[in-house]
């Protein structure tokens, strides 16, 4: 079982409106939390990453948020434009010797004018 | 921002040739970097982990004899797809870490498609 769970799978809103997507882990012990944003055929770009003590971080129009009680974070996307439509991927890392980051399926997200 | 590379973009090859795959950190060393292959519309599943110096650790059900990962520098990992097939044509990415991995900033390379005839 995948211990980073993102939802929804995908979704489509329209140009302007806001969004947000969920990520829930089961990652123990918890170091930090990642957002990136992957387009089509390109590497991911980092947009936030939290530690433990952190509970909200922005990037522009990008609002993560962190619950490290309830093991949730959330992606706030403001006012979207056609250029946020992308996979969004959440990765989270745990205090593990061998570095090992465990990354969430992502949310397709797709902006339509 | 920190900068990883990768070459090439795109490779095309025959069945049962071998292709390297280039990783380098631009402006930082990294002595950790990690490779792994995406499915259309799936996310990233995790290859291997590359230690400067070491061999590197696989995740299960990868083949080390048929990905071969070297780590010779601080700022270069290369992964070789030996004997190449079909079914290896995927999108492979790096990344690298200004630090420990679990704690410092990630950076992904562009990646590099393969297709293999």
């Known amino acids: 079982k995948n211990q980073v769970e993102q939802s929804p799978q995908s979704l489509i809103i329209l140009e302007g409106k806001n969004c947000t997507l969920q990520?829930?882990?089961?990652?123990?012990?918890?170091?930090?939390l990642r957002w990136y944003k992957q387009d089509t055929g390109r590497g991911p770009v980092s947009l936030t990453i939290?530690?433990?003590?952190?509970n909200t971080k922005s990037n522009g129009r990008y609002t993560a948020t962190l619950d490290a009680d309830t093991k949730q974070s959330s992606l706030h996307i403001t006012a979207s434009q056609l250029s946020d439509s992308a996979s969004y991927i959440c990765?989270?890392?745990?205090?593990?010797?061998?570095?090992?980051?465990?990354f969430g399926a992502g949310t397709t997200v797709t902006v339509r004018a | 921002g920190a900068v990883v590379s990768q070459h090439p973009s795109r490779v095309i090859c025959k069945s049962g040739t071998s292709v390297k795959i280039e990783c380098r950190s631009l402006?930082?060393?990294?002595?950790?970097m990690f490779w792994y292959r995406q499915f259309p519309k799936q996310s990233l599943m995790l290859m291997a982990t590359?230690?400067?110096?070491?061999?590197?650790?696989?995740e299960q059900g990868v083949e080390k004899d048929k990905f071969l990962i070297n780590h010779a520098s601080l700022t270069l990992s290369t992964l070789t797809v030996t004997s190449a097939h079909p079914e290896d044509s995927s999108f492979y990415i790096c990344?690298?870490?200004?630090?420990?991995?679990?704690?410092?900033?990630?950076?992904f390379g562009e990646g590099s498609r393969l297709t293999v005839l």
């Open positions: 990344s690298a870490s200004d630090g420990r991995a679990n704690t410092g900033e990630l950076f």
């Open positions: 990520c829930n882990y089961t990652v123990s012990p918890f170091s930090n």
């Open positions: 939290m530690t433990f003590s952190e």
């Open positions: 990765v989270v890392s745990g205090w593990y010797n061998d570095y090992k980051l465990s």
């Open positions: 402006d930082f060393q990294a002595t950790t």
């Open positions: 590359s230690n400067e110096g070491s061999k590197a650790t696989y």
